[in-house]
Protein backbone atom coordinates (compact mmCIF):
# COMPACT_ATOMS: atom_id res chain seq x y z
CA UNK A 1 0.00 0.00 0.00
CA UNK A 2 1.55 3.61 -0.84
CA UNK A 3 0.32 7.00 -1.34
CA UNK A 4 -1.45 5.73 -4.94
CA UNK A 5 -2.10 1.79 -5.25
CA UNK A 6 -3.60 -0.76 -3.06
CA UNK A 7 -3.28 -3.97 -3.75
CA UNK A 8 -5.92 -6.12 -4.18
CA UNK A 9 -5.92 -8.54 -1.19
CA UNK A 10 -5.18 -5.80 1.19
CA UNK A 11 -8.29 -3.85 -0.59
CA UNK A 12 -10.52 -6.75 -0.37
CA UNK A 13 -9.85 -6.37 3.53
CA UNK A 14 -9.81 -3.21 3.78
CA UNK A 15 -13.46 -3.16 2.73
CA UNK A 16 -14.54 -5.99 4.76
CA UNK A 17 -12.87 -3.74 7.92
CA UNK A 18 -15.06 -0.41 6.18
CA UNK A 19 -18.34 -2.57 6.15
CA UNK A 20 -17.92 -3.93 9.99
CA UNK A 21 -17.74 -0.07 10.97
CA UNK A 22 -21.33 0.94 9.83
CA UNK A 23 -23.26 0.20 12.85
CA UNK A 24 -20.71 2.93 14.76
CA UNK A 25 -19.26 5.12 12.17
CA UNK A 26 -20.42 8.18 12.85
CA UNK A 27 -20.10 7.79 16.25
CA UNK A 28 -16.36 7.02 16.18
CA UNK A 29 -15.84 9.37 13.12
CA UNK A 30 -17.19 12.55 15.50
CA UNK A 31 -15.07 11.52 18.30
CA UNK A 32 -11.80 11.41 15.55
CA UNK A 33 -12.61 14.58 14.20
CA UNK A 34 -12.90 16.14 18.27
CA UNK A 35 -16.77 17.04 16.66
CA UNK A 36 -15.50 18.86 13.60
CA UNK A 37 -16.55 16.36 10.89
CA UNK A 38 -20.13 18.40 10.60
CA UNK A 39 -18.71 21.94 9.99
CA UNK A 40 -15.91 20.28 7.17
CA UNK A 41 -18.86 18.55 5.14
CA UNK A 42 -20.58 21.93 5.46
CA UNK A 43 -17.67 23.55 3.58
CA UNK A 44 -17.84 20.64 1.08
CA UNK A 45 -21.40 21.20 0.51
CA UNK A 46 -21.33 24.71 0.07
CA UNK A 47 -18.87 24.53 -3.26
CA UNK A 48 -21.19 21.93 -4.82
CA UNK A 49 -23.22 24.10 -7.50
CA UNK A 50 -27.06 24.30 -6.47
CA UNK A 51 -28.47 22.74 -9.52
CA UNK A 52 -26.93 19.54 -12.01
CA UNK A 53 -26.51 16.06 -11.29
CA UNK A 54 -23.80 15.43 -8.31
CA UNK A 55 -21.62 12.08 -7.67
CA UNK A 56 -20.47 11.37 -4.28
CA UNK A 57 -17.88 8.18 -4.51
CA UNK A 58 -17.56 6.05 -1.77
CA UNK A 59 -20.85 7.24 -0.23
CA UNK A 60 -20.78 4.94 2.69
CA UNK A 61 -23.62 5.23 5.07
CA UNK A 62 -24.80 8.55 3.71
CA UNK A 63 -23.63 10.56 6.10
CA UNK A 64 -22.52 13.50 3.70
CA UNK A 65 -25.44 12.27 0.77
CA UNK A 66 -27.74 12.56 3.78
CA UNK A 67 -27.11 16.41 3.27
CA UNK A 68 -27.26 16.85 -0.06
CA UNK A 69 -31.02 18.49 -0.77
CA UNK A 70 -32.85 19.23 -3.98
CA UNK A 71 -30.39 18.29 -6.84
CA UNK A 72 -30.39 15.12 -8.90
CA UNK A 73 -28.08 12.78 -6.44
CA UNK A 74 -25.97 10.15 -7.17
CA UNK A 75 -24.13 7.27 -4.95
CA UNK A 76 -21.72 5.22 -5.85
CA UNK A 77 -20.33 2.31 -3.48
CA UNK A 78 -18.66 -0.82 -3.93
CA UNK A 79 -20.29 -2.23 -0.86
CA UNK A 80 -24.00 -3.61 -0.89
CA UNK A 81 -24.92 -2.67 2.74
CA UNK A 82 -23.38 0.87 2.65
CA UNK A 83 -25.64 1.55 -0.52
CA UNK A 84 -28.32 -0.22 1.33
CA UNK A 85 -28.19 1.44 4.80
CA UNK A 86 -27.31 5.04 2.91
CA UNK A 87 -30.66 4.51 0.19
CA UNK A 88 -32.58 4.15 3.52
CA UNK A 89 -31.37 7.10 5.28
CA UNK A 90 -31.03 9.66 2.18
CA UNK A 91 -33.88 9.06 0.33
CA UNK A 92 -36.12 9.24 3.52
CA UNK A 93 -34.96 12.82 4.35
CA UNK A 94 -35.17 13.49 0.65
CA UNK A 95 -39.25 11.80 0.68
CA UNK A 96 -39.95 13.93 3.69
CA UNK A 97 -38.30 17.55 1.96
CA UNK A 98 -40.39 16.40 -1.56
CA UNK A 99 -37.03 15.93 -3.64
CA UNK A 100 -36.50 13.46 -6.22
CA UNK A 101 -35.08 10.42 -5.12
CA UNK A 102 -31.52 9.60 -5.14
CA UNK A 103 -30.08 6.57 -7.49
CA UNK A 104 -27.96 3.95 -5.58
CA UNK A 105 -24.97 2.63 -7.60
CA UNK A 106 -22.27 -0.27 -6.69
CA UNK A 107 -19.42 0.39 -8.28
CA UNK A 108 -15.64 1.44 -8.20
CA UNK A 109 -14.12 4.84 -8.32
CA UNK A 110 -11.54 3.44 -11.07
CA UNK A 111 -14.78 1.91 -12.97
CA UNK A 112 -17.41 4.40 -12.97
CA UNK A 113 -21.09 3.11 -14.31
CA UNK A 114 -21.83 6.46 -15.77
CA UNK A 115 -21.64 7.80 -19.11
CA UNK A 116 -18.88 10.81 -20.06
CA UNK A 117 -19.86 14.47 -19.46
CA UNK A 118 -23.11 14.01 -17.25
CA UNK A 119 -22.50 15.54 -13.63
CA UNK A 120 -21.94 19.03 -12.97
CA UNK A 121 -20.25 17.37 -9.73
CA UNK A 122 -18.73 15.05 -8.22
CA UNK A 123 -17.43 14.97 -4.66
CA UNK A 124 -15.63 12.44 -2.02
CA UNK A 125 -15.33 12.48 1.14
CA UNK A 126 -13.39 10.43 3.23
CA UNK A 127 -13.15 8.28 0.78
CA UNK A 128 -10.36 8.95 -1.72
CA UNK A 129 -7.67 7.23 0.47
CA UNK A 130 -9.05 4.24 0.57
CA UNK A 131 -9.43 4.14 -3.82
CA UNK A 132 -7.27 0.85 -4.67
CA UNK A 133 -6.10 3.15 -8.12
CA UNK A 134 -6.23 6.99 -7.28
CA UNK A 135 -5.05 8.11 -10.87
CA UNK A 136 -7.19 6.05 -12.28
CA UNK A 137 -10.28 6.75 -9.71
CA UNK A 138 -9.37 10.96 -10.61
CA UNK A 139 -9.07 10.10 -14.70
CA UNK A 140 -12.98 8.78 -14.33
CA UNK A 141 -14.02 11.39 -12.23
CA UNK A 142 -12.74 14.03 -14.96
CA UNK A 143 -14.59 11.52 -18.11
CA UNK A 144 -17.78 11.61 -16.16
CA UNK A 145 -17.70 15.79 -15.28
CA UNK A 146 -18.95 17.72 -18.01
CA UNK A 147 -16.93 20.32 -18.91
CA UNK A 148 -16.04 22.83 -16.14
CA UNK A 149 -17.78 20.40 -13.68
CA UNK A 150 -16.59 20.29 -10.35
CA UNK A 151 -14.56 17.74 -8.28
CA UNK A 152 -14.03 18.35 -4.08
CA UNK A 153 -12.18 15.91 -2.55
CA UNK A 154 -12.07 15.87 1.21
CA UNK A 155 -9.54 13.83 3.19
CA UNK A 156 -7.09 13.78 5.71
CA UNK A 157 -3.65 14.37 4.37
CA UNK A 158 0.01 15.32 6.29
CA UNK A 159 1.43 18.18 6.15
CA UNK A 160 4.60 16.58 5.81
CA UNK A 161 5.94 12.68 6.94
CA UNK A 162 7.07 13.54 10.42
CA UNK A 163 3.42 14.91 10.70
CA UNK A 164 2.79 11.28 9.85
CA UNK A 165 4.07 9.83 12.86
CA UNK A 166 1.97 11.93 15.21
CA UNK A 167 -1.14 11.24 12.93
CA UNK A 168 -0.05 7.22 13.93
CA UNK A 169 0.28 7.81 17.48
CA UNK A 170 -3.34 9.70 16.87
CA UNK A 171 -5.48 7.23 15.10
CA UNK A 172 -3.43 4.42 17.25
CA UNK A 173 -3.95 5.59 20.78
CA UNK A 174 -6.88 8.51 20.58
CA UNK A 175 -9.45 6.65 17.82
CA UNK A 176 -8.09 3.13 18.22
CA UNK A 177 -8.60 3.17 22.22
CA UNK A 178 -12.23 5.01 21.74
CA UNK A 179 -12.74 2.54 18.97
CA UNK A 180 -11.99 -0.48 21.63
CA UNK A 181 -14.55 0.93 24.21
CA UNK A 182 -17.52 1.64 21.53
CA UNK A 183 -17.03 -2.00 19.59
CA UNK A 184 -16.12 -4.05 22.97
CA UNK A 185 -13.62 -5.70 20.98
CA UNK A 186 -9.97 -5.77 21.00
CA UNK A 187 -9.77 -6.47 17.45
CA UNK A 188 -12.13 -3.65 16.11
CA UNK A 189 -11.58 -1.88 12.58
CA UNK A 190 -9.71 0.97 13.49
CA UNK A 191 -7.30 -1.01 14.06
CA UNK A 192 -6.57 -1.81 10.47
CA UNK A 193 -8.02 1.33 8.85
CA UNK A 194 -4.97 3.09 10.45
CA UNK A 195 -2.92 1.61 7.85
CA UNK A 196 -4.77 3.60 5.05
CA UNK A 197 -4.42 6.80 7.34
CA UNK A 198 -0.72 5.90 7.57
CA UNK A 199 -0.15 5.52 3.53
CA UNK A 200 -1.85 8.32 2.50
CA UNK A 201 0.26 11.42 0.96
CA UNK A 202 0.39 15.26 1.35
CA UNK A 203 -1.97 17.64 1.04
CA UNK A 204 0.67 18.78 -1.95
CA UNK A 205 1.22 15.33 -3.16
CA UNK A 206 -2.35 15.12 -4.35
CA UNK A 207 -2.53 18.92 -6.12
CA UNK A 208 0.26 17.75 -7.84
CA UNK A 209 -1.62 15.04 -8.74
CA UNK A 210 -4.78 16.45 -9.67
CA UNK A 211 -2.89 18.70 -12.16
CA UNK A 212 -1.28 15.71 -13.78
CA UNK A 213 -4.68 14.19 -14.38
CA UNK A 214 -5.90 17.11 -16.41
CA UNK A 215 -7.94 19.33 -13.88
CA UNK A 216 -8.16 22.73 -13.93
CA UNK A 217 -8.19 25.56 -11.05
CA UNK A 218 -6.94 23.02 -8.82
CA UNK A 219 -6.39 24.47 -5.18
CA UNK A 220 -5.73 22.23 -1.84
CA UNK A 221 -6.58 24.05 1.61
CA UNK A 222 -5.78 22.16 4.72
CA UNK A 223 -8.73 23.05 6.97
CA UNK A 224 -7.53 21.11 9.40
CA UNK A 225 -3.97 19.28 9.68
CA UNK A 226 -3.76 16.13 9.60
CA UNK A 227 -7.52 15.82 9.34
CA UNK A 228 -9.03 17.65 6.42
CA UNK A 229 -7.91 18.87 3.66
CA UNK A 230 -9.87 20.06 0.50
CA UNK A 231 -9.39 19.78 -2.99
CA UNK A 232 -11.29 20.98 -5.93
CA UNK A 233 -10.69 21.40 -9.07
CA UNK A 234 -12.18 21.80 -12.83
CA UNK A 235 -12.56 19.10 -16.16
CA UNK A 236 -11.91 20.87 -18.89
C1 LIG B 1 -15.06 6.04 5.33
S1 LIG B 1 -16.35 5.74 4.19
C2 LIG B 1 -16.85 7.37 3.78
C3 LIG B 1 -18.34 7.58 3.84
C4 LIG B 1 -18.90 8.95 3.50
N1 LIG B 1 -18.45 9.41 2.20
C5 LIG B 1 -18.62 10.01 4.52
O1 LIG B 1 -18.57 11.19 4.13
O2 LIG B 1 -18.50 9.72 5.71
C6 LIG B 1 -15.39 5.30 2.75
C7 LIG B 1 -16.21 4.62 1.69
O3 LIG B 1 -15.42 4.55 0.49
C8 LIG B 1 -15.75 3.35 -0.15
N2 LIG B 1 -14.66 2.95 -1.08
C9 LIG B 1 -13.53 2.26 -0.80
N3 LIG B 1 -12.82 2.05 -1.92
C10 LIG B 1 -13.51 2.62 -2.93
C11 LIG B 1 -13.29 2.72 -4.34
N4 LIG B 1 -12.21 2.19 -4.91
N5 LIG B 1 -14.21 3.36 -5.08
C12 LIG B 1 -15.30 3.91 -4.49
N6 LIG B 1 -15.57 3.85 -3.18
C13 LIG B 1 -14.68 3.21 -2.40
C14 LIG B 1 -15.93 2.35 0.98
O4 LIG B 1 -16.68 1.23 0.59
C15 LIG B 1 -16.59 3.20 2.05
O5 LIG B 1 -17.98 3.04 2.07
Not at 16 to 29: C, F, G, S
Request: with cysteine; proline share 4%.
Amino acid sequence: MDTEIIGESDWNELQRNLEATIPVYDKINNFATLGQVKRWRRKAQNLLPEEGNILEIGCGPGSFAETIDGRKLFCLDPIPEMLRIAELRVNKIRNNLGHSMAEFHKGTAEDLPFEDNFFDAVCTLFSFRDWFNKRKGLSEAKRVLKPGGLLVILDPAKINSFHGYLGLFWMKYWVGGYARLVCKQKEHPWKWLTKTYVSFGTTKKYTKMLKEEGFQEVRGRVIFPGMATIWTGRAD
